[in-house]
């Protein structure tokens, strides 16, 4: 998990965050195992009510529209926003053309510069990267 601030957003803010996580999770028109788990463990840390908690989950079957979900957030909440929707994209493996016009079109609403999908996603690739590489030496612990 994350080490991260999003629980010290505004509740409103960590809804809207929650909100587009859950678009993000139907721009391809596929939901995977990996994409799944990693909106449960971003909705974890956004610490929300059972009641919003609900909410966000019907969000998953009927998405909200982007314009409705960049529309509550300020510029933190926009960032971590967009970091993690580069997370969910690249939860399956690949981000399509879909996946990127929508980060692009995230990072363009909140004034970010122009290879901040990029760098994200470089981000992304060498956590999990990172990630793999411990696999590899926990698997090397055995005798």
Not at 53 to 69: F, G, H, N, Q, V
């Amino acid at each position: 998990m994350l080490p991260d601030i999003i629980h010290k957003l505004p509740r409103d803010e960590r809804f809207a965050y929650a909100r587009l996580l859950a678009f993000m999770t139907r721009v391809d028109n596929e939901l995977s195992v990996a994409e799944m788990a990693m909106f449960e463990q971003r909705l974890g840390n956004a610490l929300l009510s059972p009641k919003q908690r609900e909410m966000i989950r019907l969000a998953l079957k009927t998405p909200p529209t982007l314009e409705s979900c960049l529309e509550g957030m300020g510029e933190e909440a926009g960032r971590l926003a967009l970091r993690d929707s580069v997370l969910m994209a690249a939860a399956d493996g690949t981000v399509d053309e879909d996946e990127r016009e929508t980060l692009e079109e995230i990072a363009a609403h909140f004034g970010l510069v122009d290879d901040a999908v990029d760098r994200l996603l470089q981000w992304t690739i060498e956590g999990y990267n990172w990630m793999d590489s411990g696999f590899e030496l926990l698997n090397g612990l055995s005798e």
